[in-house]
């Protein structure tokens, strides 16, 4: 147990289908990630959020909307997926440097998404 | 922009055997992390080094942070079967040295097997 959950754990939906994931951690953070971790690829950054504001948007495709209503919460709102968009969709929390904390992070269990 | 090669990609080791791997970048990076992924699940952190030349250990593991904060690595003693699974390093730079927000740049993985 990391602090970090994400629900849910798998997911399979249709291309045409609108579906969000949940993180949340426990852990006092400041700062939320949602990373893409697919088969023999390098876990890719898709978004920053430190304290609730937008940092960074790693040229993601508008089909992936997150949401950061506050900063214990985050969520990666989903709609009119490709099938190359199936991967281990993992959330990561951390202190930010800019308060004055360590940048490690701590990751989530992950959801793993297929689109048919 | 940044890049960690990871190596090795993956091993086969005798149980009891030690273990190394390692990380190189052609960037400097101010802060070096170790994870674990297990099938299914997320990266859970092994080791954290923050300081050039930093030697840490957390129970069978041994990392360094390397003097040219270009490398590190891990080193598993006398391996065990749970020690199966997926090993990345993480870097992480800083706006001091051009790094995009401090976030983490991750290796591809060493995939660790290990015949009882």
């Known amino acids: 147990e990391t602090g970090v959950t994400q629900t849910p754990r798998h997911l399979v939906m249709g291309m045409t289908n609108k579906k969000s994931l949940k993180c949340e951690q426990h852990?006092?953070?400041?700062?939320m990630y949602w990373y893409k971790q697919s088969a023999k690829k390098p876990l890719e950054l898709m978004f920053v959020y430190n304290f609730k504001e937008q940092t960074e948007n790693n040229s993601v495709p508008s089909r992936f909307s997150p949401e950061c209503p506050n900063s214990s919460h985050l969520f990666l709102h989903l709609h009119t997926l490709q099938p190359e968009d199936s991967a281990l969709y993992l959330c990561?929390?951390?202190?930010?440097?800019?308060?004055?904390?360590?940048?490690?992070?701590?990751f989530g269990p992950g959801t793993r998404l297929l689109v048919l | 922009g940044q890049q960690l090669n990871q190596s090795p990609q993956s091993m086969f080791i005798q149980e009891g055997e030690d273990v190394s791997m390692n990380c190189t970048s052609s960037?400097?990076?101010?802060?070096w992390l170790w994870y674990k992924q297990d099938p299914g699940e997320g990266p859970v952190l092994l080791i954290a080094?923050?300081?050039?030349?930093e030697l840490t250990s957390n129970g069978r593991l041994t990392a360094q942070f390397g003097i040219t904060r270009k490398d590190s690595f891990l080193n598993i003693s006398a391996s065990i079967p749970s020690d199966v699974g997926i090993y990345f390093c993480a870097g992480q730079g800083s706006m001091n040295y051009g790094g995009s927000q401090g976030n983490l740049i991750f290796g591809k993985g060493t995939k660790l097997s290990v015949k009882p």
């Open positions: 960037s400097i990076f101010n802060t």
């Open positions: 080094l923050y300081k050039a030349g």
């Open positions: 990561a929390s951390s202190q930010n440097p800019l308060a004055g904390g360590r940048e490690t992070q701590y």
């Open positions: 852990l006092g953070h400041n700062a």
